[in-house]
């Protein structure tokens, strides 16, 4: 049994809610959701890409796209649609913002550090109405939440200094993923997060992990290995922000999410094992 749509957009796990992929059909919208160990198989056609819909901010809700509009590879989501959000992340490089983010950004924000591992830390904002989901969907291994205030602008305001301090206000992909593909020793990243943070004088935060959350309750201590052109297949072993992890031949393989969104997929439970090369052995 298979299951076909457009990808509209991937939610994390986080406490006590499973993570799934929110898939689109004749415009209406279901949840795939994701446990731990089920068989699954990813079936993507990258050949066209289509509008992802738009948010609702104040609601915390998707939307799809009424016009079936594609678009080009660079954009998530159509003009039109991106209207209906009327949002601007980016919205302390502008004057003009729309009424909705005006009442939106007027409503408290908290200020976070997270931690990817391998001494990458990044700083950033969130509306506490989401809670810590901002926080979850990255994919922060470790995080501390520094400051809370009564609106965006002022939360931007601590962001600004501490990215002035040096800290990053963006992670890539590319690096998150990098801090799965060795074993990762919580203690001694905690340790290295923690010396940032006393760079930063906040040594005294309450810091968080989502190492085993990420992972349904147990990080297994193993390294993870982007699919690359693999078939993508296995058992659900963990989703680290919106990087699938699926255990497939005893070993553990990754692939993002966010680069599904827009196109159809066909998700299946046919596992197609793949061949473990030998580990090479030592001379010594």
């Known amino acids: ?23 689109g059909t004749n415009k209406s919208l279901h949840k795939y959701i994701l446990s731990k160990d089920m068989p699954m198989s990813l079936t993507v056609d990258y050949h066209t890409k289509y509008c992802t819909g738009w948010y609702d901010i104040n609601a915390h809700k998707n939307h799809a796209c009424d016009n079936d509009a594609q678009v080009d590879s660079s954009y998530d989501s159509c003009f039109v649609c991106r209207k209906k959000t009327d949002f601007n992340p980016a919205f302390y490089n502008t004057t003009q913002i729309s009424q909705k983010q005006a009442i939106y950004n007027d409503q408290p924000h908290s200020v976070y550090i997270a931690y990817f591992g391998n001494s990458v830390a990044k700083v950033g904002i969130m509306s506490d109405s989401r809670g810590r989901e901002r926080l979850y969907e990255q994919g922060a291994m470790l995080y501390v939440v520094i400051g809370s205030y009564s609106n965006a602008t002022m939360a931007h305001n601590l962001e600004q200094r501490l990215i002035q301090k ?119």
């Open 166 to 284: 040096g800290l990053k206000n963006s992670v890539t992909k590319k690096q998150k993923a990098a801090a799965y593909e060795s074993v990762i020793r919580i203690a001694d990243e905690e340790h290295v997060f923690l010396e940032i943070l006393k760079n930063l004088g906040y040594e005294e935060s309450k810091i968080v992990s989502n190492l085993d959350m990420f992972f349904f309750g147990l990080y297994p201590k193993e390294p993870i290995e982007p699919f690359g052109n693999k078939p993508m297949s296995g058992h659900v072993a963990g989703v680290v922000g919106r990087y699938l992890v699926l255990q497939n031949n005893d070993r553990y393989y990754g692939v993002w999410l966010t680069d599904m969104f827009g196109y159809r997929v066909e998700v299946g439970s046919a596992i197609t094992m793949i061949d473990r090369k030998p580990q090479q052995a030592s001379l010594f």
């Open 1 to 23: 049994m298979s299951t076909r749509g457009l990808v509209i957009v991937s939610r994390p796990i986080v406490p006590n809610a499973p993570p799934y992929l929110l898939l």
